[in-house]
Protein backbone atom coordinates (compact mmCIF):
# COMPACT_ATOMS: atom_id res chain seq x y z
CA UNK A 1 0.00 0.00 0.00
CA UNK A 2 2.58 2.52 1.19
CA UNK A 3 4.59 2.19 -2.31
CA UNK A 4 1.17 2.13 -4.00
CA UNK A 5 0.56 5.91 -2.77
CA UNK A 6 4.42 6.59 -3.49
CA UNK A 7 3.77 5.85 -7.14
CA UNK A 8 0.84 7.78 -7.43
CA UNK A 9 2.54 10.58 -5.99
CA UNK A 10 5.27 9.78 -8.25
CA UNK A 11 2.94 10.08 -11.38
CA UNK A 12 2.02 13.43 -9.72
CA UNK A 13 5.31 14.85 -9.30
CA UNK A 14 5.95 14.05 -13.36
CA UNK A 15 3.14 16.04 -14.07
CA UNK A 16 4.44 18.80 -12.19
CA UNK A 17 7.64 18.17 -14.01
CA UNK A 18 5.78 18.32 -17.54
CA UNK A 19 3.89 21.46 -16.34
CA UNK A 20 6.95 23.48 -15.28
CA UNK A 21 9.22 22.66 -18.69
CA UNK A 22 6.38 23.80 -20.80
CA UNK A 23 6.04 26.89 -18.67
CA UNK A 24 10.08 27.37 -18.76
CA UNK A 25 9.71 27.44 -22.71
CA UNK A 26 6.38 29.97 -22.08
CA UNK A 27 8.18 32.24 -20.19
CA UNK A 28 11.58 32.28 -22.28
CA UNK A 29 9.10 32.96 -25.51
CA UNK A 30 7.68 35.92 -23.58
CA UNK A 31 10.89 37.21 -22.08
CA UNK A 32 12.44 37.36 -25.55
CA UNK A 33 9.18 39.08 -26.83
CA UNK A 34 8.66 41.61 -24.08
CA UNK A 35 12.35 42.13 -22.59
CA UNK A 36 10.69 45.40 -20.96
CA UNK A 37 8.52 43.09 -18.86
CA UNK A 38 10.76 41.05 -17.10
CA UNK A 39 11.25 42.22 -13.51
CA UNK A 40 13.26 40.90 -10.50
CA UNK A 41 10.20 38.52 -9.73
CA UNK A 42 10.95 36.64 -13.06
CA UNK A 43 14.43 36.43 -12.76
CA UNK A 44 14.16 35.12 -9.19
CA UNK A 45 11.87 32.41 -10.38
CA UNK A 46 13.98 31.17 -12.99
CA UNK A 47 16.75 31.06 -10.67
CA UNK A 48 15.10 28.70 -8.09
CA UNK A 49 13.67 26.65 -11.06
CA UNK A 50 17.11 26.13 -12.50
CA UNK A 51 18.57 25.05 -9.06
CA UNK A 52 15.97 23.31 -7.96
CA UNK A 53 14.84 20.98 -11.55
CA UNK A 54 17.48 18.81 -10.63
CA UNK A 55 18.15 18.25 -7.23
CA UNK A 56 13.90 17.25 -6.91
CA UNK A 57 14.34 15.11 -9.79
CA UNK A 58 17.39 13.33 -8.53
CA UNK A 59 15.73 13.46 -4.62
CA UNK A 60 12.28 11.82 -6.13
CA UNK A 61 14.65 8.81 -8.57
CA UNK A 62 16.46 7.95 -4.92
CA UNK A 63 13.31 8.14 -2.73
CA UNK A 64 11.38 5.72 -5.65
CA UNK A 65 13.64 3.44 -5.91
CA UNK A 66 14.66 3.20 -2.35
CA UNK A 67 12.10 1.68 0.01
CA UNK A 68 11.19 3.10 3.16
CA UNK A 69 8.81 4.30 5.25
CA UNK A 70 8.96 7.69 5.52
CA UNK A 71 9.06 8.11 1.24
CA UNK A 72 5.23 8.71 0.83
CA UNK A 73 6.36 12.00 2.99
CA UNK A 74 9.11 12.44 0.99
CA UNK A 75 7.49 12.13 -2.04
CA UNK A 76 4.87 14.01 -0.52
CA UNK A 77 7.45 17.26 0.16
CA UNK A 78 9.00 17.06 -2.96
CA UNK A 79 5.77 17.09 -4.74
CA UNK A 80 4.53 20.07 -3.12
CA UNK A 81 7.74 22.14 -3.05
CA UNK A 82 6.99 21.51 -7.09
CA UNK A 83 3.59 22.79 -7.07
CA UNK A 84 4.78 25.69 -5.12
CA UNK A 85 7.36 26.45 -7.78
CA UNK A 86 4.76 25.74 -10.42
CA UNK A 87 2.43 27.91 -9.04
CA UNK A 88 4.88 31.19 -8.84
CA UNK A 89 6.15 30.17 -12.60
CA UNK A 90 2.60 30.19 -13.62
CA UNK A 91 1.69 33.86 -11.84
CA UNK A 92 5.08 35.55 -13.60
CA UNK A 93 3.92 34.17 -16.47
CA UNK A 94 0.31 35.11 -16.14
CA UNK A 95 2.14 38.66 -14.80
CA UNK A 96 4.08 38.78 -18.46
CA UNK A 97 1.25 37.96 -20.52
CA UNK A 98 -0.96 40.67 -19.83
Known sequence: MNSLITFIISIAFLGLVIWENRLHSQLGFLARQRPDKVTKDFIRVIRQEKRLNWVLCILAIIVF????????????????IELLLVTRMDHVKNEMAD
Open 65 to 80: MTTSRYSVLLMSIITI
